[in-house]
């Protein structure tokens, strides 16, 4: 029998970059399995041990610790020479990664796709959507389009070149007449992966099963989210999104279980908002205040080192995460960069028209549109990067927690105040402290 109370799901509900990285790292202390379900090397963790700084883009966070089970999901979209390069770095630094499972119903990012992806994005010109340029759009459409490659074709040489050799007339075709691309050699890119997929097909297995026997044996296991609510494909702010689900309930498709295997569902949510890549966002500060965000809090993109554009937090956007990903608790992160600051804004509705919308809007060019009503908190001068418990939180960051939760209508159950996994507080009695082995 499936112990649902076993499985939590993560993810992020602003534009990504939540701090998810420093949130699952933490919590896969307590872990046996940590699985991600959609996305691919988009994504870019920053985990903070001590001394060491990790910079992980396929491969979840729980990879640092020995005893845990690291899984590729179904959903995701793999580039094969990203992963064997991820996987070499942190064998360097003595991390094992023997751990690793790749589910064989992964799709694999191909050299063509990133092709196509920067392509695309040039010619948008200025309409384009600020891609991480990965190839992940093109990846996950071949994928829809049944021409994709999967991670399964990696275990048999010739079938992956039998595949290739399927696609690559198509893909060359469209490259030369819609690009101007010259296109691919088959044997040259077969060369290119073999050794891709020698070192990666055992790792490649049939991960629903592997979970299934996971969860059923009372096992713990944490699906890692990537990106955020508002870059969902779906729900996010559409054209400027990602291409794929990126809410809690993809979790169960994109790692081949059923709606009944989770019922725990934490938000990442930044103490403020930032966003990389183009599209609305309706709290953001171009001026002195985003600046100040931006330098305190460290702004700058994992994966491609861009500045974030920062902002206040959005309590409309908190209302519209938990509820297209039916959250059941929130983690608040970055709570220490807001410290020294006079007074914080909170957006708690949006002014459009001469009309007060609660609601996140259905049209991206109503959301355009959006100006931010603000409610405004007093700040505090104390450094509460050293604060290990709510209680011993100022008064004015604990008024501001609260805020939070009762805007977002879920309750905080860890509050992050500094990149290290020291830095981290978690409520009594809450959902994650039982988790955590506590009360
Ligand atoms: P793509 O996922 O590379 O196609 O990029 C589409 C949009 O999602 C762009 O705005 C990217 O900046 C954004 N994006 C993709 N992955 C991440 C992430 O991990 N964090 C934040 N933004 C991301």
Not at 95 to 98: M, N, P, V
């Given at each position: 029998m499936m112990n649902r109370a076993n499985s939590l799901v993560i993810v992020g509900a602003q534009w990504g970059d939540e701090g998810k990285g420093k949130v699952i790292d933490y919590l896969a202390a307590n872990a046996d399995v940590v699985a991600r379900f959609q996305g691919g090397d988009n994504a870019g963790h920053t985990v903070v041990y001590g001394a060491n700084i990790f910079k992980l883009h396929h491969i979840p966070s729980g990879i640092l610790y020995p005893g845990c089970i690291s899984l590729l999901g179904n959903g995701m979209v793999i580039n094969p020479l990203v992963l064997v390069d991820e996987l070499n770095k942190l064998e360097k630094r003595g991390?094992?990664?023997?751990n690793l499972r790749i589910s064989g119903k992964a799709h694999l990012i191909m050299a063509y796709h990133q092709v196509y992806d920067q392509a695309n994005e040039a010619l948008l010109g200025e309409n384009k959507i600020g891609t991480t340029g990965r190839g992940i759009g093109p990846a996950y459409a071949d994928k829809a389009l049944r021409r994709g490659l999967r991670?399964?074709?990696?275990?048999d040489i010739d079938c992956f070149r039998d595949r290739l050799a399927q696609v690559l007339p198509l893909q060359n075709r469209l490259l030369k007449d819609a690009y101007n691309y010259p296109g691919y050699d088959l044997e040259q890119l077969v060369e290119l992966y073999r050794p891709a997929c020698e070192r990666l097909s055992p790792m490649v297995t049939d991960t629903s099963i592997l979970l299934a026997d996971q969860l059923s044996e009372g096992k713990k296991v944490l699906f890692e989210g990537a990106q955020g609510a508002l870059l969902d494909i779906d729900h996010g702010t559409y054209p400027f999104v990602?291409?794929?689900?990126?809410?809690?309930?993809a979790a169960g498709p994109g790692s081949g279980l059923g709606p009944r295997s989770t019922a725990r569902m934490l938000g990442v949510l930044k103490a403020y908002t930032t966003r990389v890549g183009e599209g609305p966002f309706p709290s953001e500060d171009e001026g002195e205040t985003g600046d100040h965000l931006r330098d305190q809090g460290g702004e700058y993109g994992t994966t491609t080192g861009r500045p974030r554009r920062c902002g206040w937090f959005d309590a409309v956007i908190a209302r519209y995460a938990a509820r297209i990903n039916g959250l059941t608790g929130l983690a608040i992160t970055k709570l220490d960069v807001l410290s020294s600051l006079e007074t914080i804004n909170i957006a708690v509705a949006y002014e459009c028209g001469g009309k007060t919308i609660k609601e996140f809007p259905l049209s991206m060019a109503e959301l355009q549109l959006c100006k931010p009503v603000y409610e405004v908190f007093s700040g505090w001068d104390e450094d509460i990067s050293r604060v290990g418990s709510i209680t011993d939180l100022p008064g004015a960051a604990k008024l501001y927690l609260e805020a939070m939760e009762e805007m977002a209508g879920v309750p905080v159950e860890l509050i992050s105040v500094g990149p290290d996994r020291a830095q981290t507080i978690i409520k009594p009695r809450s959902y994650l402290a039982g988790w955590c082995g506590g009360g």
């Open positions: 991390i094992s990664t023997a991670a399964i074709d990696m275990t990602t291409s794929s689900s990126t809410v809690a309930g």
